[in-house]
């Protein structure tokens, strides 16, 4: 969970940010003198979204006016929720668009862990081999990701997230596949100006990556 909320901590605007997991610790990045109220505030964010649910409503983003910030509340789902204290003047946007790229990382994560657990109480010998993973190409979107970063700036970062999931939706995770994630990133770019100097980067770290 560190990991993603930094992600979204990076975003322009975003003062703090905080996960709230039913039955564990929050990951924060509030001050500690702030703990008490941010406690108090989630559970408060919690009610209201759970009196909306009552009443058939699906809303899930609330927003508080607190001076000149936002103190902005996102239901992931029945035990997550997303709380950030934000500038007044902010790209709400692209915020959005990483709190909801965040979300689906969280919800994923989540799945693993019941998974994980599931998994645990089986007897020996019962359980499924895991699949493949996509560790081998880790190196190679890492890479890919940093380059993106210097066109997009932090929103790369869920950007290339999403990009990567429309990849392996699409194509099988192979090395003779790469190329078609370079053509799916490269939407996200300036054909005028950008594409093409991304791919020829990309395409360098393609061919050094295939010499391993």
């Given at each position: 969970?560190?990991?993603i909320?930094?992600?979204?901590?990076?975003?322009r605007?975003v003062h703090h940010?905080?996960?709230?997991q039913?039955?564990?610790?929050p990951?924060?990045t509030?001050?500690?003198?702030?703990?008490d109220?941010?406690t108090l505030?989630h559970?408060?964010i919690?009610q209201?979204f759970?009196?909306?649910?009552?009443?058939d409503?699906?809303?899930?983003?609330?927003y508080?006016s607190?001076?000149?910030?936002?103190?902005?509340?996102?239901?992931?789902?029945?035990t997550?929720i997303i709380?950030l204290l934000t500038?007044?003047?902010?790209?709400f946007?692209?915020?959005?668009?990483?709190?909801?790229?965040?979300?689906t990382?969280?919800?994923?994560k989540i799945?693993?862990?019941?998974e994980?657990?599931?998994?645990?109480?089986?007897p020996?010998?019962?359980t499924d081999?895991?699949p493949p993973?996509?560790?081998?190409?880790q190196?190679?979107?890492?890479?890919l990701?940093?380059?993106l970063?210097?066109?997009?700036?932090?929103a790369a970062?869920?950007v290339?997230e999403?990009?990567?999931?429309?990849?392996?939706?699409?194509?099988?995770q192979t090395?003779?596949n790469?190329?078609n994630?370079?053509?799916i990133?490269?939407?996200?770019?300036?054909?005028k100006t950008?594409?093409?100097e991304?791919?020829?980067?990309a395409q360098a770290v393609l061919d050094k990556?295939?010499?391993?």
């Open positions: 969970m560190e990991s909320l930094k992600g979204i901590a990076l975003l605007g940010a905080c996960i709230y039913e039955g564990k610790d990951v924060s509030f001050p500690d003198d702030m703990s109220s941010m505030s559970d408060l919690d209201i759970s009196a909306l649910k009552a009443i409503k699906s809303h899930n983003e609330i508080f607190i001076g000149d910030k936002f103190l902005v509340g996102y239901l992931v789902q029945e997550c709380i500038d007044k003047k902010i790209n946007p692209l915020v959005n668009m990483g709190v909801k790229s965040a979300s990382k969280i919800q994923r799945k693993e862990e019941q994980e657990k599931i998994a645990s109480l089986s020996q010998g019962e081999q895991s993973t996509d560790a081998d190409f190196p190679v979107l890492d890479q990701s940093e380059i970063k210097t066109y997009l700036g932090p970062i869920f290339f999403d990009d990567v999931t429309k990849w392996k939706k699409t194509y099988l090395r003779e790469l190329p994630l370079v053509e990133i490269q939407q996200e770019l300036d054909p950008e594409q093409k991304f791919a020829q980067q990556f295939s010499e391993t």
